[in-house]
């Protein structure tokens, strides 16, 4: 018990100042009123959790198996529960009460506290916090040519970017034999002039070196071109020993114990490498039940006992109906399906208005003429066996998913799968019908034309961080990656309710499943998938999701780029470099990156032409340093670090779904049209 003594001896001396000391422990509560509301509860919370610490270890040094709470925890529960909020009268006389009930300070062990009580005091201490105007971004002055650059603001000290459309990188073209050389050499002092209006060398790539005089910002029309004037160094024309592009060239000392954590500064620390977090191993669901509901005299699902080790597969079944006109063979003349308005889908959905077309699909909106009320929306996969294929994919995820679920999909914020079909040689999805996407819509209020209030606040995007959160929580608790989360892909149910569904499962997968790097869009696509970090897991929706909620407070898409190579110019210069063991372990390294140890970036200007003696012409992508920070141009702390956890490069460091639902920024941060 001396240990819980210090515990809260040391809440209280933090809080309010009282002496240390058992008979004042209770007393330090009343103390420390002044602090009320969030300051109070803070603490409060902090103690909490200082004591389930305790109670864990506690609970492994004894054989003490009592389920129950201690009194200790049941007190401060109660407190916190029904006292803190309604009066500082009220407080008092239950602080005056526990401080009479001096048997539970006799206690002689205290479990680990229970759920509801972590839970019930985090909504208090969220309760009590008092709320934040909802702010909106203010974009940045552009740059306009022949004209100087508007003086820099809070946000813009040492930030190389020169407005939100700058495109985050500069050029320098160099023989790759001459590279080599300057390399190989790179004890003696390179002639190279700087790269841009930095004095000091670039961090993230050390072939810019400065020269004795302070280099001139580039023009208007250089920026604009992509163009800096580099002198090329001074070697020999004769190569004794010529080579290609080696996969081996520049590799880095190998660390594979540490890597780099980096803050919204673009801060990086060194911290040891972490082993998976529990929340991407496989969760244990038990797979010998059906995920879907099979006819009644189905054999299916199947259990096969495989020799030679004697290996159960369970198989599923998926039962696809298939719907021909009475009387008729399924052939069609066209692959075309008629989308007109007032054409009957199947007997039973008729058509209203055409809605839109992807890649493999096209969307109508119809009415279900067994529930004349109810509006629905057909996603009619075109005829082609490849989306044939990765529409079932989609069909079973959604199904597996409902069945999981127990309830309707909506309430995991996840797009409702009604019914599916297969008629006319095309492939039919019959979901919920929902609204623009957070693309559309948000240029749409973004434009000035329009003369739209701004929508997308720092509280509403609050709103739908915490719904696309629900739904990935869900879905990774199942195994399930997305794969392809962007705004395009995030529909909203209501406008007014800020309500919204994760839609498209097509390119979804179990983690079980032979996982592909050709996955996600390339704006949201994870630094392990670019570099061929091989397996990924559920992390990758995460970084999506970063760079999502940076899309919609800023209107522009955080990671801008036209290349592979121009998208990790940008990661590498507003999150930082790249940790040495995946630049070690990636795949696709030798495609981006002319020398591991420096993460010189490069691409091929004609790879057809090459200069004897030089080798090849190519074109180095040198990033321009700045922060997240700088980049969303906002004070909210919360939402900064928020968004830096989902933006760690290295996965392992990467919040889950579930820590993110636990973030401050989540939990602790209100605004007016928020959470």
């Given at each position: 018990?001396?240990?819980?003594?210090?515990?809260?001896?040391?809440?209280?001396?933090?809080?309010?100042?009282?002496?240390?000391?058992?008979?004042?422990?209770?007393?330090?509560?009343?103390?420390?009123?002044?602090?009320?509301?969030?300051?109070?509860?803070?603490?409060?919370?902090?103690?909490?959790?200082?004591?389930?610490?305790?109670?864990?270890?506690?609970?492994?040094?004894?054989?003490?198996?009592?389920?129950?709470?201690?009194?200790?925890?049941?007190?401060?529960?109660?407190?916190?529960?029904?006292?803190?909020?309604?009066?500082?009268?009220?407080?008092?006389?239950?602080?005056?009460?526990?401080?009479?009930?001096?048997?539970?300070?006799?206690?002689?062990?205290?479990?680990?506290?229970?759920?509801?009580?972590?839970?019930?005091?985090?909504?208090?201490?969220?309760?009590?916090?008092?709320?934040?105007?909802?702010?909106?971004?203010?974009?940045?002055?552009?740059?306009?040519?022949?004209?100087?650059?508007?003086?820099?603001?809070?946000?813009?000290?040492?930030?190389?970017?020169?407005?939100?459309?700058?495109?985050g990188y500069r050029v320098r073209d160099v023989y790759e034999y001459d590279y080599f050389r300057e390399h190989d050499n790179s004890s003696q002092p390179s002639t190279t002039a700087t790269l841009g209006p930095r004095e000091e060398p670039d961090e993230l790539n050390q072939i810019a070196v400065p020269s004795s005089e302070p280099s001139p910002?580039?023009?208007?029309?250089?920026?604009?071109?992509?163009?800096?004037?580099?002198?090329?160094?001074?070697?020999?024309?004769?190569?004794?020993?010529?080579?290609?592009?080696?996969?081996?060239?520049?590799?880095?000392?190998?660390?594979?114990?540490?890597?780099?954590?980096?803050?919204?500064?673009?801060?990086?620390?060194?911290?040891?490498?972490?082993?998976?977090?529990?929340?991407?191993?496989?969760?244990?669901?038990?797979?010998?039940?059906?995920?879907?509901?099979?006819?009644?005299?189905?054999?299916?699902?199947?259990?096969?006992?495989?020799?030679?080790?004697?290996?159960?597969?369970?198989?599923?079944?998926?039962?696809?109906?298939?719907?021909?006109?009475?009387?008729?063979?399924?052939?069609?003349?066209?692959?075309?399906?008629?989308?007109?308005?007032?054409?009957?889908?199947?007997?039973?959905?008729?058509?209203?208005?055409?809605?839109?077309?992807?890649?493999?699909?096209?969307?109508?909106?119809?009415?279900?003429?067994?529930?004349?009320?109810?509006?629905?929306?057909?996603?009619?996969?075109?005829?082609?066996?490849?989306?044939?294929?990765?529409?079932?994919?989609?069909?079973?995820?959604?199904?597996?998913?409902?069945?999981?679920?127990?309830?309707?999909?909506?309430?995991?914020?996840?797009?409702?799968?009604?019914?599916?079909?297969?008629?006319?040689?095309?492939?039919?999805?019959?979901?919920?019908?929902?609204?623009?996407?957070?693309?559309?819509?948000?240029?749409?209020?973004?434009?000035?034309?329009?003369?739209?209030?701004?929508?997308?606040?720092?509280?509403?995007?609050?709103?739908?961080?915490?719904?696309?959160?629900?739904?990935?929580?869900?879905?990774?608790?199942?195994?399930?990656?997305?794969?392809?989360?962007?705004?395009?892909?995030?529909?909203?149910?209501?406008?007014?309710?800020?309500?919204?569904?994760?839609?498209?499962?097509?390119?979804?997968?179990?983690?079980?499943?032979?996982?592909?790097?050709?996955?996600?869009?390339?704006?949201?696509?994870?630094?392990?998938?670019?570099?061929?970090?091989?397996?990924?897991?559920?992390?990758?929706?995460?970084?999506?999701?970063?760079?999502?909620?940076?899309?919609?407070?800023?209107?522009?898409?955080?990671?801008?780029?036209?290349?592979?190579?121009?998208?990790?110019?940008?990661?590498?210069?507003?999150?930082?470099?790249?940790?040495?063991?995946?630049?070690?372990?990636?795949?696709?390294?030798?495609?981006?990156?002319?020398?591991?140890?420096?993460?010189?970036?490069?691409?091929?200007?004609?790879?057809?032409?090459?200069v004897p003696a030089k080798g090849r012409l190519v074109q180095l992508l040198v990033p321009k340093k700045t922060s997240l920070y700088q980049r969303m141009r906002i004070e909210d702390e919360n939402f900064l670090d928020f968004l830096a956890q989902l933006l760690q490069i290295d996965p392992d460091l990467r919040m889950s779904a579930d820590e993110a639902l636990k973030h401050p920024w989540i939990t602790r941060s209100k605004y007016s049209d928020g959470i």
């Open positions: 018990m001396d240990e819980v003594y210090t515990v809260l001896a040391k809440f209280i001396d933090d809080t309010s100042g009282c002496e240390n000391g058992p008979a004042n422990m209770v007393r330090g509560l009343k103390c420390s009123q002044s602090l009320r509301p969030h300051r109070f509860l803070d603490a409060l919370l902090n103690l909490i959790q200082n004591l389930n610490k305790l109670a864990v270890r506690m609970t492994t040094e004894t054989e003490n198996t009592d389920p129950k709470a201690s009194p200790v925890e049941q007190a401060l529960l109660q407190i916190v529960s029904d006292c803190v909020l309604k009066s500082d009268e009220q407080l008092n006389r239950a602080l005056d009460e526990l401080l009479k009930r001096q048997d539970i300070f006799t206690s002689k062990h205290i479990k680990e506290s229970s759920r509801t009580l972590l839970d019930e005091a985090n909504r208090v201490l969220a309760d009590s916090l008092p709320q934040k105007p909802s702010a909106v971004y203010t974009p940045r002055n552009p740059r306009l040519p022949g004209l100087p650059d508007p003086p820099p603001d809070q946000f813009g000290e040492w930030d190389e970017y020169r407005d939100d459309l700058d495109p910002i580039p023009t208007a029309v250089d920026e604009l071109d992509f163009a800096t004037s580099v002198s090329a160094p001074v070697v020999d024309t004769q190569i004794d020993h010529p080579r290609s592009l080696s996969p081996v060239f520049g590799l880095p000392s190998q660390t594979d114990r540490e890597t780099l954590k980096y803050d919204y500064m673009g801060n990086s620390v060194r911290v040891p490498r972490q082993p998976p977090s529990v929340s991407t191993t496989i969760a244990s669901i038990p797979h010998t039940r059906p995920m879907f509901i099979p006819p009644v005299l189905s054999v299916y699902p199947l259990t096969i006992t495989q020799p030679p080790d004697d290996t159960k597969i369970v198989l599923d079944e998926l039962t696809l109906p298939v719907i021909h006109p009475r009387m008729q063979t399924g052939f069609e003349a066209t692959k075309e399906f008629d989308t007109s308005p007032g054409v009957v889908v199947a007997g039973r959905y008729k058509i209203i208005s055409f809605l839109g077309s992807a890649a493999f699909s096209k969307a109508v909106k119809a009415v279900d003429l067994l529930e004349p009320d109810s509006e629905v929306c057909l996603k009619i996969i075109k005829n082609d066996k490849d989306f044939f294929d990765q529409s079932l994919d989609e069909i079973k995820v959604l199904s597996f998913l409902k069945s999981e679920a127990g309830t309707t999909l909506g309430e995991m914020k996840i797009l409702n799968l009604r019914n599916f079909f297969y008629t006319k040689e095309h492939l039919v999805l019959v979901t919920e019908l929902l609204r623009d996407n957070l693309y559309e819509f948000s240029k749409f209020n973004r434009d000035p034309k329009h003369n739209e209030q701004p929508f997308f606040t720092i509280g509403r995007i609050q709103k739908i961080a915490h719904q696309i959160l629900t739904a990935l929580s869900f879905i990774h608790s199942r195994n399930i990656i997305h794969c392809d989360l962007k705004p395009e892909n995030i529909l909203f149910k209501s406008f007014a309710a800020c309500d919204i569904r994760v839609i498209d499962f097509g390119s979804s997968c179990f983690v079980t499943d032979r996982l592909s790097l050709y996955v996600q869009s390339r704006c949201y696509r994870a630094p392990e998938i670019i570099l061929g970090c091989y397996p990924y897991t559920t992390k990758i929706d995460l970084w999506s999701l970063g760079c999502i909620l940076a899309e919609l407070w800023t209107g522009t898409v955080l990671f801008q780029n036209d290349s592979t190579q121009s998208l990790l110019a940008r990661v590498a210069g507003i999150i930082g470099k790249f940790p040495e063991h995946m630049i070690h372990n990636g795949r696709n390294i030798d495609q981006f990156f002319l020398n591991r140890a420096t993460q010189d970036l490069f691409t091929e200007i004609d790879p057809n032409t090459v």
